[in-house]
């Protein structure tokens, strides 16, 4: 048999590029602002370089996909935009990480107002031991929100938005969130970062762990979502980031193990006619 | 790589066997093992059934309602009210100081300290104060506040020697039952724009309330069994009737009063049956151990169930 044939068939032809010449439109006419840029970020464990002298821009009201190999270091970037790196002891970021123009990196920045700007989801569902409402009602909560009135439209409206209200509403308050299952619970962590009223949504590969009906229901969400939200998602699923990204960072890691960013366009390009030798062997499936 | 499916997986031959004889070995330590480990469990629960079996059958007859609610009498049975009572009243009085700082001690160990000399030092001592002997521990109360601050034997001189003697344990026990508490949890509530106060006070303690029971359980029958700790600074004599409306707080006669000497049921029954002259002797050993093992048993259960409550309320509130 030779070599060749037991590669998989090209990826590229069960990926559905939705990113046509219209969608190409439609993504300009929604958005033209920039709300995240980085300039030069490197990020490192103590002395080791995780991601190397990453500077993209994120538009307003668009969905980026972070793709690239494991190690390649795109969740590591992913935490920098929320500033989680803080709580990994050693780690150190540089360069300049700015939301709406504003450096977040800098020492006087509250990473307790940057977190309420930027949410995040993780990869597993981490939805706490306590009510669905309770939940969703977290964020408001530690924000000073007691108004039961508020709370209740509140809790209501992010449900609503993550798609799980109809699921949820008859025991809002008697079911515990861990009794979900796990495509709800991480519908139910969309719904608690939606009510803290979030610009900026990042999410760390949040389908790795569902079936795939859950995952194809967190895309259609994505899809609402970025309507209103700027979404940043790292994913390993490269047809998921075909199916909902209008923009696709590729990365992948150096000689020395860290990562960096090979290239960074719009989906449709990046998966049919990407510019990079790299780009292309992994979207095809010839690498990691 | 170029590995074709050829290569991958067992080479192709006789298919082993599902009863191969080289497990026989493996199975056998498989059943000695659960043999072993079943038993050791059963011993365990044996020497408890029988301690309390014992003093059930040894206190028959003599636990009674009387038992319980009378006065020591030298010529009669009596009873065992005032050193229940100071049994009781020690416990609350050493928990009201030892949970608090206990908790917030292991607060601070598992969420703000880092690995440094500092921490090392109070491991160590940890380590250090649980392992020296009760006695000492009574003795150094006995110098400090029985002499020294001449308190005399106090209520509170022996709730203070019993702190020091618990709240290595209650500290290092709340640090592990907040350590256990998932990162996730802390990630998910950081990520929600939550403070660090807030995440402990929302999540992290409230998931790490059974834990926090135990550590107050463990640290609650020491209270109540320790006897050595207590000779020396809450006093051993025979309590004098209590005259429970007697609310002075200040008072060296009130049973409401930390300021008085309050000898337990454990340092009562270690008196009775070292000194013991009276008739009944014996059965009043027998009758006063019965109920501290129940009075034991009954606290840990209302404990686990006050838990299971806090831990609904703080969760779901």
């Known amino acids: 048999m030779p070599t060749t044939a037991t590669y998989p068939e090209p990826v590229l032809r069960s990926i559905e590029v939705t990113t ?67 709580l990994i002891p050693g780690a150190s970021v540089k360069g300049e990480v700015c939301l709406d123009g504003e450096n977040v990196m800098e020492t006087d920045v509250s990473v307790v107002e940057l977190r309420r700007r930027v949410g995040m989801v993780f990869q597993r569902p981490n939805p706490f031991p306590m009510s669905i409402f309770e939940n969703v009602a977290y964020g408001p909560r530690r924000r000073g929100q007691n108004d039961r009135r508020k709370l209740d ?50 999410m ?21 979502l970025r309507e209103a939200y700027t979404i940043v998602i790292v994913t390993h699923n490269m047809q998921q980031a075909a199916r909902v990204s209008d923009v696709t960072a590729f990365f992948t890691m150096a000689e020395d193990r860290a990562g960096y960013l090979v290239e960074v366009g719009p989906t449709g390009r990046i998966f049919t006619r ?6 292309e062997d992994y979207i095809s499936g010839r690498f990691g | 790589m170029t590995a074709t499916s050829g290569s991958i997986g067992r080479p192709m031959g006789p298919k082993p066997s599902l009863r191969r004889k080289s497990s026989r070995g493996s199975i056998l330590a498989d059943r000695a093992a659960t043999v072993v480990l079943w038993g050791t469990g059963a011993l365990v629960l044996l020497i408890l059934g029988s301690i309390i079996l014992h003093f059930a059958l040894a206190a028959w007859g003599v636990v009674s309602p009387s038992f319980i609610l009378s006065d020591p009498s030298e010529t009669t049975l009596g009873g065992i009210l005032p050193v229940l009572w100071n049994s009781i009243y020690m416990l609350v009085l050493t928990m009201l100081i030892a949970v608090p700082v206990g908790v917030l001690g292991g607060i601070y160990m598992s969420e703000y300290a880092g690995e440094n000399v500092v921490t090392s030092a109070i491991r160590f001592a940890e380590e250090a104060i649980s392992s020296v002997p009760s006695i000492v521990v009574g003795l150094f109360g006995l110098i400090l506040f029985v002499d020294d601050a001449h ?34 949890e802390r990630s998910a509530s950081l990520a929600l724009g939550a403070t660090k106060w807030q995440t402990i006070r929302h999540v992290v303690v409230p998931l790490a309330i059974p834990g926090l029971i135990t550590g107050v359980i463990l640290t609650a029958g020491r209270v109540f069994g320790e006897a050595a700790v207590l000779l020396f600074t809450a006093g051993i004599g ?15 006669v009130s049973p409401w009063s930390p300021f008085r000497p309050a000898t337990t049921l454990s340092v009562y029954i270690y008196k009775l049956n070292s000194e013991g002259l009276g008739a009944f002797k014996n059965q009043i050993v027998d009758g006063s ?22 831990t609904r309320r703080l969760t779901a509130s």
């Open chain 1, 153 to 202: 439209e509140l809790v209501e409206t992010s449900l609503r938005r993550a798609a799980l209200w109809h699921e949820v509403k008859d025991d809002l308050r008697r079911k515990s969130g861990l009794a979900l299952s796990g495509g709800q619970q991480q519908r139910l962590c969309i719904a608690r970062v939606l009510a803290t009223d979030p610009e900026v949504i990042l």
């Open chain 1, 20 to 86: 046509s010449q219209a969608g190409a439109d439609e993504f300009a006419a929604r958005t033209q602002d920039i709300k995240i840029s980085t300039d030069r970020v490197s990020i490192l464990y103590g002395e080791k370089v995780a991601v190397r002298d990453v500077s993209l821009t994120i538009q307003e009201r668009s969905i980026m996909a972070l793709i690239g190999p494991s190690g390649s270091g795109k969740s590591t970037f992913l935490r920098c935009f929320n500033r989680m790196n803080d």
């Open chain 1, 204 to 224: 760390d590969e949040p389908a790795s762990a569902l079936d795939p009906v859950s995952t194809l229901r967190i895309e259609e969400l994505l899809r609402e």
């Open chain 2, 238 to 252: 025979t309590p004098p009737h209590y005259n429970f409306t007697n609310f002075d707080l200040l008072s060296p």
């Open chain 2, 151 to 184: 308190w005399g034997f106090t209520a509170l001189a022996g709730a203070l020697a019993l702190t020091f003697f618990n709240l290595p344990l209650m500290t290092r026990l709340s640090e592990q039952a907040l350590r256990a508490v998932p990162q996730d």
């Open chain 1, 274 to 279: 990407p510019n990079e030798r790299l780009t």
């Open chain 2, 289 to 310: 151990a019965a109920v501290l093992i129940s009075t034991v048993l009954l606290f840990n259960l209302g404990a686990r169930g006050i838990g299971h409550i806090l």
